[in-house]
């Protein structure tokens, strides 16, 4: 089992939409949490962290259930600036703090 | 620009020649970190530095690659006797280390070098 696993994607939704991305993780040790952005060719941005049961920005959520060991991240009223990849990120456990990263949800909006 | 900074940003290179990346992270900041990038994955690490000191390294980091961090500023990151499968996105990022422990410690990224081997 990979340490982090995502939704293959892509996702392709209509301005406006609710869409939501799953994550699930294998280290149950593990405390904290984020999600971040990458568009093509960039380096990945954090959009979000996560270190208990959820947290909200705006439009973004994302929630934490860790008995389960998953993570989601929900995006409400869909933008076009909202077109990407995006990263969900577990910090190694073991210590310095090594980020591990899933394979990425691509999103696509469309007008 | 205050952020990380990467150069090149892009390297082209025949197989069996030696590249070198360079990373400046944001000043100040004594954690850095190299990841390495393939189309369709997700980052994966390879090595990180508390101030000098080299700390972990990867096992996904061959005896081919090497790098430095002289004074606990800039870094570098060199591949020798490239090979095909090194091309890759090569990410540098950087923390504080003081923000609430190891777990909570914000990576911010640089650009990249992409390196495309011949």
């Known amino acids: 089992r990979k340490e982090v696993e995502q939704d293959p994607g892509p996702f392709n939704v209509p301005e406006g939409a609710t869409v939501a991305f799953n994550c699930t993780y294998s280290n149950s040790a593990s405390q904290s949490f984020f999600w971040y952005r990458q568009d093509c060719r960039k380096e990945p941005k954090l959009l979000m962290s996560v270190y208990s049961s959820g947290n909200e920005d705006g439009r973004f959520t994302a929630q934490l259930n860790r008995a389960s060991q998953y993570i989601s991240l929900l995006i409400r009223d869909s933008k076009l600036s909202d077109s990407a990849t995006y990263l969900c990120v577990v910090p190694f456990s073991g210590g310095y703090n090594k980020l591990i990263f899933g394979a990425g949800t691509r999103l696509a909006v469309h007008p | 620009d205050t952020g990380v900074s990467q150069n090149p940003r892009h390297k082209i290179t025949k197989r069996g020649q030696n590249v070198t990346f360079r990373c400046d992270p944001i000043?100040?900041?004594?954690?850095l970190y190299w990841y390495r990038q393939t189309l369709g994955q997700g980052p994966e690490f390879l090595t990180y530095?508390?101030?000098?000191?080299?700390?972990?390294k990867s096992r996904l980091l061959s005896d081919r690659f090497s790098a430095e961090r002289p004074k606990g500023s800039f870094s570098t990151l060199e591949i020798q006797r490239t090979e095909q499968g090194d091309s890759a996105m090569y990410l540098c990022?950087?923390?504080?280390?003081?923000?609430?422990?190891?777990?909570?410690?914000?990576?911010?990224f640089g650009p990249g070098t992409r390196l495309t081997v011949l």
């Open positions: 000043s100040e900041h004594n954690r």
């Open positions: 530095f508390q101030n000098e000191a080299q700390l972990e």
């Open positions: 990022a950087s923390s504080s280390g003081t923000s609430g422990g190891p777990n909570t410690d914000t990576q911010y």
